[in-house]
């Protein structure tokens, strides 16, 4: 494992930018604002804001009272990683782009939908 030195900073990753992502979507369900977030948790909104758009990576203990605050369990924020992780290099921005149309759909039928639609595709054996 590679060790990080003191004063540098690990850039946020796809699943972090994905979490991140989440916590908007699941927020925005819930009607609460940023403010209001940052405020449960102890937070500015700015600092939501952050994670929200992937700026930042959100910690564990974060994360953890997120999903109190919201009232989700923790694995909530991780949806559409399997979107993630199936990617090959040359896709990444397109996989980024399907994770974020995916991330943006609110009603969970639709997101199952969604998903079943992005399943059933990939495992056909007719490609263009």
């Known amino acids: 494992?590679?060790?990080?030195?003191?004063?540098?900073?690990?850039?946020?990753?796809?699943v972090d930018k994905l979490v991140g992502a989440n916590v908007k979507r699941l927020r925005r369900a819930r009607k609460v604002t940023q403010a209001q977030l940052g405020q449960d948790i102890g937070l500015s909104f700015k600092q939501v804001r952050k994670y929200e758009s992937g700026e930042n990576r959100i910690s564990a203990s974060a994360l953890f009272h997120i999903s109190r605050a919201l009232n989700?369990?923790?694995e909530a924020f991780y949806d559409g990683l399997e979107l993630i992780e199936r990617t090959e290099p040359d896709q990444d921005e397109e996989a980024r782009m399907l994770a974020g149309f995916f991330n943006a759909?609110?009603?969970?039928?639709?997101?199952?939908?969604?998903?079943?639609?992005?399943?059933e595709i990939s495992e056909s054996k007719l490609y263009a």
Not at 105 to 119: N, S, T
């Open 1 to 14: 494992m590679a060790q990080q030195h003191k004063g540098t900073r690990r850039q946020p990753t796809d």
């Open 72 to 74: 989700h369990p923790v």
């Open 105 to 119: 759909i609110e009603a969970p039928y639709q997101r199952r939908a969604f998903f079943q639609m992005v399943q």
